[in-house]
């Protein structure tokens, strides 16, 4: 949703305009595949990490106007509420020290936007949902003074015509209603990007798709949301529900959400942007000038505003991005299963196993997707987000025999996965000892069965067994969780419990 547009109404044309716009759009960019018009390898990766703002007693700060202002960089952007903020780190060659790198350019920019926000008495938190968030912060006055995100919250309730219903049933059961899309501001998450050419794109995909519930699991961030203690990683059900422009008579239709997993393996990227314009209506109908065909015609490369628009209102977990740099066309896989944090080195830690299993997984003779069937990949991301580092995933029995087996994911990772995450390391010629420091991060947090959201619940129970009552509790652990996250220790390092009262 990167696009400026400027909030207004639109008359009854304008979908039926923009509908012809996406089906032009769909028609020229089957004509840069068929061309081969589309930029070569060059093992190309970007990264995006949602942020919270809090003040020193852990509550949010509804002050992103004011922070961005102060860091003054364009690295740094609004999100959907005012207590967030995004970071975007600038493209980079999976290759040699980058793992390093990165971790040592996030310690620097989000060092510089925390003194900033500290200006304002606030500070950065990076976290997949803020603990301290409350169902009274969920109110469209707190949406970001944007065009976009008003015209955004405007449409998709027009489209559901009535409130949206939160129903989240975890360790304790959450029941809200939302006038606005606010609470999607609640999810803070690390989003990865992979450039890739169109013949390995379906290949990419599809071990992206197999590897997010190992992602999840792993990386749980997540385990409380206004108040309640639901699921491990509760960013995927919220996301789902607060996005949900269907009535109930639409859900019973079977009519797909538009935060959505997928159904199927793909073939080939089309069939993904083809699925956006065959399953969801336009939220945004907004045409640009651009005759997509004419332009591909005489020799050029068209933008396709239509189709990245509309492709940005359709929420996949692993989503297709079509973009262009320097004049030529490219296309990305954007991975969005993880939550934000805990620390630098847990979220390098997780960008290193995604990027090391999906090179790896998509350069097997026999691809694990080829041996499961697509609904095995999509409980298995449900049972992940619900049980976090304590699930247990449905995976390929070794060897040819076939069948499926469910496997508990610490074990499945330790005896399967960090291996083939390794080699796919060095099929990118990441240097060994990065490669090694960041998957034994990996490794210990499955050893002690302890990440973000484990580490959560337990202080968060600690502190209501000290005599805490339940505001108070989320309030300690939160701000416990702050101090930690600054020392950039990986989270199964970290001391249990909070400081006593």
Sequence with gaps: MGEKVVAGAFDLSDR????????????????????????????????????????????????????????????????????????NIVPHHLSGRVLDQLAEELRTGLGY?????????????????????????????NLSDVDRYALLNDQMLAARGESFSLDIEGVERLVATAGSITPEAACTSLQLHLQVTPERFADVWNAAQTVAAVQVALGANSPFLFGREVWRESRPPLF??????????????????????????????EELFEENLRYFPPLLPICDEEE???????????????????????????????????????????????????????????????????????????????????????????????????????????????????????????DELLPLAAAGLDGWNIEPADRDHYLGIIEERCKRRTNGASWQADAYHRGREAGLDRSAALAAMTRRYGELMQGGDPVHTWPAGVPAP
Excluded at 30 to 49: H, K, T, V, Y
């Design 16 to 87: 039926q305009r923009y509908r012809k716009k996406l089906q032009q759009c769909l028609e020229a960019l089957s004509g840069l595949l068929a061309e081969r018009r589309f930029d070569r390898p060059r093992n190309l990766m970007g990264m995006e990490i949602e942020l919270n703002l809090t003040g020193a007693d852990a509550m949010p700060k509804m002050l992103n106007g004011q922070v961005l202002e102060r860091i003054a960089s364009h690295d740094f952007q609004t999100e959907l509420g005012m207590f967030n903020l995004e970071v």
């Design 113 to 141: 936007a925390d003194r900033k926000a500290g200006e304002v008495d606030a500070g950065i938190m990076m976290i997949g949902i803020l603990p301290t968030l409350g169902r009274d912060d969920m109110v469209r006055s």
């Design 240 to 269: 789902e529900q607060a996005t949900d422009t269907r009535p109930p008579e639409l859900r019973n239709q079977g009519v797909r959400p538009r935060t959505w997993f997928g159904e199927r393996w793909i073939g080939s990227v």
């Design 292 to 414: 997509p065909l004419r332009v591909l015609a005489d020799g050029g490369v068209p933008q396709l505003k239509e189709l990245v628009l509309h492709n940005g209102t359709v929420y996949r977990w692993n989503r297709p991005v079509y973009g262009i740099a320097d004049g030529v066309p490219h296309l990305r896989v954007e991975n969005r299963v993880l939550p934000a944090g805990p620390t630098v080195a847990d979220v390098i830690a997780n960008t290193a196993l995604y990027y090391g299993l999906v090179r790896a997984l998509a350069g097997e003779s026999r691809p694990v997707w080829t041996r499961m069937p697509f609904s095995a990949a999509a409980e298995n991301f449900e049972t992940a987000c619900r049980h976090g580092i304590e699930a247990e995933l449905l995976w390929p029995r070794p060897g040819r025999s076939g069948g499926l087996t469910r496997v508990p994911v610490t074990k499945l990772v330790r």
